[in-house]
């Protein structure tokens, strides 16, 4: 905590408040100090302030948009941002998709090391084993519309599954049981991990369920003998033939693929999951709100949105009028920037490689061109460079899903499936942590109306109503009502 300014240490921070004049300590700890030490500083409010200021409460640390706060300690991943550097539990990025695969991945973000081959093999066999669901959720795929957006079927199917879990559901199991392990309790631990085997191993059979759905495929069962991306290919595309086993290629592709998604540290969906995590919700809860994050266009739906752009382009002889348009401020360049990476993103030239090992296969996308130019001009020009805005993972990943024929909605299911990993990756560490988990409740800074009383409708002046169109609903247009039900009248009813 900060205090009034006794001895300081070389390892802190002396702030010295000139409202008061009064200087405080505050220890630096692992290169970060803590904001509940500025709590500690307050002042007498100043004649006339407002009292939702809050002045004598104590100092608040503002941060719009988490630039920089750190809400956790992890172990799982590390970024340098601006050396483009990402590493899964130690182990650069390019090692691991050169040398191991997604599920062994996967283990090396949940577990903290690379497996054993015992270790690996009965992780495996555990994850493969869980990928069949109830039959009655045949029912619930089939209630969407036939053109649902696959992220939404996904995001539901996630909070759908838990509700076959009693066990993994607090009301239920006892409100704290993610956490008993850190009081001894193995049992939860192990009710913990089944979890995550469960949620890792239905994960490809629920994509696999909302892409048939929509394509009129009646459902398959999860196969067995094939690696978690084969099996996924199998379950999207067999039609009932013999022997039918996905393309080597395209299954190592998307390994590669998947590994490179399977964790990104405190992106906006990870922290969705653990803020959501912290109310001790069941981890089904927890990951489909992740996902819902992860669709949005800023964040995993970049690769569909990337596509739409290069589409909207055309060739690359429209590249140099999109790039202007992107400087005016009209477009936004998909698939450039990012909040951490202040160069190359490390994982796009991966991809970039991996997309020729597809393309052999495949032929080459006929977007690839006007992809190419667009990169090369934004590369080259000052108002990206300025900026450090760089290609990031959803620029060229996009390129090799549709290459591989998957629909373009799909995309943003392809970055969520292995994204699941890393989500619980860091879920089971939150509920791990030693002295247990908090719930992450951050403050606002109030700047609305002061108190006022209410005022009975028929004494609303006209000035006490507001007409900034911000603050009042708007007028929408019904797309139910036809012109013949608008004039239609209704019996003992006034008009609609
Ligand atoms: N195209 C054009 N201008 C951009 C772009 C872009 N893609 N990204 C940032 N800028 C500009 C932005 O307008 C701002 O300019 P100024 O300072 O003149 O106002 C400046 O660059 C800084 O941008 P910012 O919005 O403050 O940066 P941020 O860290 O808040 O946002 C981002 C990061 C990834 C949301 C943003 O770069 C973006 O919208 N990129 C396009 C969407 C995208 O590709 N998302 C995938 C991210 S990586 C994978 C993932 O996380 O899922």
Redesign the pocket.
Known sequence: MGRPLETSSSESLTVRDNRTGKTYNIPIVDNSVSATAFKAISAPAKPNEREESGTEKGLRVADK?FLNTAVIQSEITYIDGEAGVLRYRGYPIEQLALHSSFLETAYLLIYGSLPTKDQFRVFETEVLHHSIIHADAEEFFRSFRYDAHPMAILTSAFAYLGSYYSEANPSLQGRQWQTLFTKGDKASLANMDKQIFRLIGKATTLAAMAYRIRQGRDFVIPPTGLSYTGSFLYQMDHLGEENYVPNPVLCKALDVLFLLHAD?EL??SCTTVLQTGSSLVDPYSAIAAGCAS?YG????G?NE??IRMLISIGSPANVPAFIEA?KR?EK????????VYKTT?PRSYIIRKTADEVFKVTGRDELLETAMALHDAAMKDE??TK?R?YP????WSGLIYRAMGFPMDFFPVL?AVPRVVGWLAHWRQMMLQEGGVKIWRPRQIYVGAGKRDYVPMAERESSLVNSDPKKTPSTVPHSGMTKRTMLASYRGKSKL
Do not use: I, K, T
């Open positions: 948009g990104h992106n906006a992860l266009p800023l964040h995993g970049a949105a990337v992107v401020r936004v360049l998909s698939g450039f920037g990012h909040r993103d108002y990206f900026r805005l990031n993972v959803d620029f970055f």
